[in-house]
């Protein structure tokens, strides 16, 4: 559905929240979030340039809920590829999550975007909905992580290792480059996580 009449069911309203979702998404892996504009967003989703502003506060408030969708996708498929893994074997859990990450280059690079850029321009509303849908998320993997933490620490360790994985160097451009260059490293990414885990272990 595209077009320049306002939505009016909430079918209609929740459609394009979507297609801003899926144009911004496509925006973000062609130009990088930095050239990116919510005019190009509107145009990418073949809305009107004023729409964006009725879905989303902000271009930050924009991208911090195409961040929380990335989220629980790739806590979905962490918690996949751990089922598949060495489930008590450090190494393998490290590999697993890594790679489920180094597979979804838009997460990192919204990751990396997350503290600096997102939250704080997003809006308080933006910011409160995002705190729920991080902590709701994060819950059956940082359960699944409980065996590399200090008592009841599942969280935080989940939590560390996407700080970790946010200060991994994926770059925020849009070209075919930086997706190759954030899968190669992976094998890098493992083994911060393995080493993040083990020290968990020993807290």
């Keep these: 559905m595209t077009g320049f009449g306002r939505a009016r069911g909430a079918g209609e309203k929740l459609a394009r929240r979507r297609q801003l ?11 990088g979030y930095a050239a990116t504009t919510m005019a190009q967003v509107a145009e990418t ?3 009107a340039k004023g729409t964006t502003y009725l879905y989303f506060g902000s271009k930050e408030a924009l991208f911090l809920e195409l961040l929380s969708e990335a989220l629980e996708e790739w806590c979905v498929a962490a918690l996949r590829a751990l089922e598949s893994s060495l489930a008590e074997e450090v190494d393998g859990v490290a590999a697993a999550l890594a790679r489920a990450l180094a597979e979804r280059p838009r997460f990192a690079r919204l990751l990396a975007l997350r503290l600096p850029v997102l939250e704080p321009g997003a809006g308080e509303g933006a910011r409160a909905e995002f705190g729920r849908r991080w902590r709701e998320a994060l819950a059956p993997l940082a359960d699944r992580l409980e065996p590399f933490a200090s008592p009841g620490g599942g969280r935080r360790t989940a939590e560390r290792l996407l700080a970790l994985s946010a200060g991994t160097p994926f770059e925020d451009a849009g070209d075919e480059r930086a ?6 490293r992976s094998d890098e990414l493992a083994r911060g996580f393995a080493a993040l885990l083990r020290g968990g272990r020993r807290a």
């Design 179 to 184: 997706v190759s260059a954030s899968i190669v």
């Design 45 to 47: 989703a073949g809305l």
């Design 21 to 31: 979702l899926e144009a911004a998404a496509s925006c973000l892996d062609a130009r």
